[in-house]
């Protein structure tokens, strides 16, 4: 049973890799750069297919594998195949309903976890996957892209806000700290829903929102403690800082700028928060969460370096000097780089895997041969005694 269940995931992986393939390639076309699949479609469904079908699938699939029930599996795969629909020339419609099934079904699941322990952070959680099912009903409506932006950033941001919060237990904050990332969480739907009405007032709105939920997290996140570790829990730390990080400049241009529709200021808002603060959280997470799902250890590496800093690196130069100053050719530099450096931290983590395996099997391998070293040598059959050893006297002496 064990085993059927972890093929089962490693099949609900596939979808979400297609989905990581297919949304980088939908950026090449994005950027203007010669990409490997070139269709009509790509750039339309490059967003649905990074939040919904990437990463929303792998927080659905995680959260299926805590709640362990079989019919959990729903979301992450609904998620996935809705994915996949939108690379058919079937209608958009179908993978957008399929989308929402899986988001409805991931509402479900933390129905279960709230029945389970009903805390504050796991209500911030689905709220989280409130506002996903608010994304693909809208999508669904053809709601235009930009339009939609704030509700896939409230699904990821509060996904990730939940789970920090619920982490801080171990710091033991003031009530405040709660206080301040649950009042956060509820305003940012209210934010998202005014933006679509009067987008003027709303978009203020949510980058204030979001400003005071990355001050509560950066100040009482133990992230601050933990960056002074080593190993592991510093290179989470170092990443979800620096997704913090990103994560204040959407929020500073949102609350600045008002609505940021299209242009150099949208990219730079959509990138700072899915490429800088998002997948900056799936590289620091993926050591913890990708074994418990996979059932297979991923230790932590120095190497995981690399991609993270070429991530923050590329994205910088994207948006500090490519964006602000206007100059394509720039972005589509850094865009490049953000690309390499995404599709960099899985080869690393392969890599971990395979020596981590490798390193497993060698040292089972000694210990057989150290427990046979240690074991006395069987007696002879042949009435030959060992070398080592007398041989037993007649039994007629």
């Known amino acids: 049973m064990e085993t059927r269940d972890l093929r089962g995931r490693v099949a609900l992986m596939v979808p ?29 469904v490059h967003g649905a297919l990074m939040v ?15 709640v362990g029930r079989p019919l959990g599996y729903l979301s992450p795969a609904l998620l996935g195949v809705g994915g996949l629909l939108l690379l058919t020339p079937l209608p958009l419609a179908a993978g957008r309903a399929a989308q929402l099934g899986g988001t409805l079904a991931l ?23 409130l506002l996903a099912v608010g994304s693909a009903v809208l999508w669904l409506g053809d709601v235009p892209v930009p ?12 996904t990730v806000a939940g789970e920090r919060l619920e982490l801080m237990r171990v710091a033991a904050p003031p009530p405040v700290a709660e206080r301040g990332v649950v009042g956060a969480a509820l305003a940012f739907p209210v934010a998202a829903a005014v933006a679509l009405l009067a987008p003027g007032v709303g978009y203020a709105l949510l980058g204030a929102t979001l400003l005071v ?32 990080a990103w994560l204040a400049v959407a929020g500073g241009l949102w609350l600045l700028r008002g609505p940021l529709l299209a242009g150099p200021g949208y990219d ?9 603060f998002v997948l900056s959280m799936v ?3 993926a050591p913890v969460i990708l074994p418990a799902v996979l059932r297979r250890p991923l230790p932590y590496r120095a190497a995981m370096y690399g991609p993270l800093v070429a991530l923050h690196v590329t994205l910088a130069l994207r948006v500090a000097v490519g964006d602000s100053r206007d100059l394509p050719v720039v972005v589509q530099v850094g865009g490049v780089g953000n690309i390499l450096a995404v599709l960099a931290f899985p080869v690393v983590a392969v890599l971990s895997a395979r020596a981590a395996a490798r390193a497993k099997a060698a040292s089972g391998r000694a210990r057989t041969t150290a427990r046979a070293a240690d074991e006395p040598a069987a007696a002879p059959t042949d009435g030959v005694a060992p070398p080592d050893r007398p041989a037993a006297a007649p039994a007629d002496a």
């Open 213 to 244: 939920l990355v001050g509560f997290l950066v100040r009482y996140d133990v992230a601050r403690r933990t960056v002074r570790a080593t190993g592991l829990p510093r290179f989470m730390a170092v990443a979800m800082l620096a997704g913090y």
């Open 283 to 285: 590289m620091a997470h």
């Open 52 to 66: 919904l079908g990437f990463v929303g699938a792998l927080v659905a699939l995680e959260r299926a594998v805590a």
């Open 147 to 158: 339009r939609l932006v704030p509700w896939w950033v409230g699904f990821l941001v509060l």
């Open 16 to 44: 979400v890799a297609v989905a990581l393939l297919a949304g980088l390639d939908a950026a090449l076309v994005l950027l203007g750069l010669p990409a490997p699949v070139t269709t009509d479609r790509l750039p339309d």
């Open 268 to 276: 730079a808002v959509l990138h700072a928060v899915f490429l800088g």
């Open 107 to 129: 509402v479900g699941l933390y129905g279960v976890v709230w029945r389970r322990q009903a805390a504050a952070a796991v209500a911030v959680q689905g709220l989280a996957a």
